[in-house]
Every structure is written in structure tokens, then in C-alpha cells.
T-cell receptor, first 111, second 115 residues
Framework: SQQGEEDPQALSIQEGENATMNCSYK?????LQWYRQNSGRGLVHLIL?????REKHSGRLRVTLDTSKKSSSLLITASRAADTASYFC???????????FGKGTLLTVNP | GAGVSQSPSNKVTEKGKDVELRCDPI?????LYWYRQRLGQGLEFLIY????????KSGLPSDRFSAERTGESVSTLTIQRTQQEDSAVYLC?????????????FGSGTRLTVV
């Protein structure tokens, strides 16, 4: 199974600024998903992007996927203190059903 | 229920004792996963159930760990003779099928502390 790796490991910004997190992976994928995790508890599914899609939007979230570079980015616009959390990408490819996550990006939004 | 329910939410146990963690997936979800997350770390795959197929136990770290699932409903993760290294948040997730097409729903986890 492959693993998505998030970058940077930590990001600190001021409220109102945009936050960009990146995810890189190694092999071909069927889809890629982003999750948010608050305080080491459950993960909340944010957005799924399929391998034949290049960009998706959901509220203040924008996800891009570049399969040629094997990378994805998550952009949070007009960040809020409540966006403070760890963000994980999860990739799936082929018949691999296992969810594999990286170590995440810890985003801190300062009020 | 509306989401994946895990219990207990917190568990403190003495080293050497057995613990049982419970996961109630969303009704109708055939796929169920257990993950472990140590402090400040990513998610570590433990076990996967899909319908009536044999579970994938390849992520279980030792024979002290075992998991069962009753049909397509409740799952229990049992850790025998707990060690301090078992301290972590144990997360359960379910989905309609064993692919990412439907997204996965996670429970809030069980925070296990072995003292």
C-alpha cells in the first residue's frame, strides 16, 4: 500500500490568511481524500477528488490534483481560528482497500 | 445511528490488564476499519472487515491484539495484557463498501492510557 505524505508538517498563520497544504504520493491512484482531525480525535471527511478530476471546491476549501506530479493541494481561504486542526490526505489506488494516511499537517490559525 | 459510535471515549487501564473497545458503524456500511494513532503521529492501520469476507488482520501489531465483528454491525477490538506502548487513540471508520468512492466516516475514537 502507498502512503500520502503531507507537507508542511506544521503551518502557523493569522486569521484571515489562506492556508495551503500539500500531499504527495508515489503510485497511481483512484481517488484522494482530505480529512481534518481536531485534538487527536476522530477524523472528519472534507473532500474527495477522483483521479480524473483536477479541482474541486467545497465552501472555503479548494482541492487540486495533479496526477502527473502525483500531488494534491488543499487550500483553505480566509482561515478562521476554528480551522486549527491536523489535516490528512488519504490515497487509494488499484484494488487496495486500505486507507493509508500520512502524518498530517498541523495547521494553527492565530486569532 | 447517524454516525460511527465508539465506546468508551476514554479508558485508563493498568499495565497487564485486558481491554475491549467497541465500534458501532453506520447501519448498512459493510466496510469497517480500526486504526491506531499515537500522540503526534499519523494513523496506523490495524484491521479491516468487509462484509462476510475474512478480515485483513495484517496491521495488528502483535498477537495481543484481536478484533471481531458481528455480521455487518458492531466490532470489538481487544487488547490483552496491555503495555504502555499500547497507549493511543483507537479510531474506527466505516464505509458503504471497501473503496473510497463513498468516503469514510470515523468515530471520535477511544483514548487508551496504560499506566
Amino acid at each position: 500500500s502507498q502512503q500520502g505524505e503531507e507537507d508542511p508538517q506544521a503551518l502557523s498563520i493569522q486569521e484571515g490568511e489562506n492556508a495551503t497544504m500539500n500531499c504527495s504520493y508515489k503510485t497511481s491512484i483512484n481517488n484522494l481524500q482530505w480529512y481534518r482531525q481536531n485534538s487527536g480525535r476522530g477524523l472528519v471527511h472534507l473532500i474527495l477528488i477522483r483521479s480524473n478530476e483536477r479541482e474541486k471546491h467545497s465552501g472555503r476549501l479548494r482541492v487540486t490534483l495533479d496526477t502527473s506530479k502525483k500531488s494534491s493541494s488543499l487550500l483553505i481561504t480566509a482561515s478562521r481560528a476554528a480551522d486549527t486542526a491536523s489535516y490528512f490526505c488519504e490515497v487509494e489506488g488499484g484494488s487496495n482497500y486500505k486507507l493509508t494516511f500520512g502524518k498530517g499537517t498541523l495547521l494553527t490559525v492565530n486569532p | 445511528g447517524a454516525g460511527v459510535s465508539q465506546s468508551p471515549s476514554n479508558k485508563v487501564t493498568e499495565k497487564g490488564k485486558d481491554v475491549e473497545l467497541r465500534c458501532d458503524p453506520i447501519s448498512g456500511h459493510t466496510a469497517l476499519y480500526w486504526y491506531r494513532q499515537r500522540l503526534g503521529q499519523g494513523l496506523e492501520f490495524l484491521i479491516y472487515f468487509q462484509g462476510n469476507s475474512a478480515p485483513d488482520k495484517s496491521g495488528l501489531p502483535s498477537d495481543r491484539f484481536s478484533a471481531e465483528r458481528t455480521g455487518e454491525s458492531v466490532s470489538t477490538l481487544t487488547i490483552q495484557r496491555t503495555q504502555q506502548e499500547d497507549s493511543a487513540v483507537y479510531l474506527c471508520a466505516s464505509s458503504l463498501a471497501g473503496t473510497g468512492n463513498y468516503g469514510y466516516t470515523f468515530g471520535s475514537g477511544t483514548r487508551l492510557t496504560v499506566v
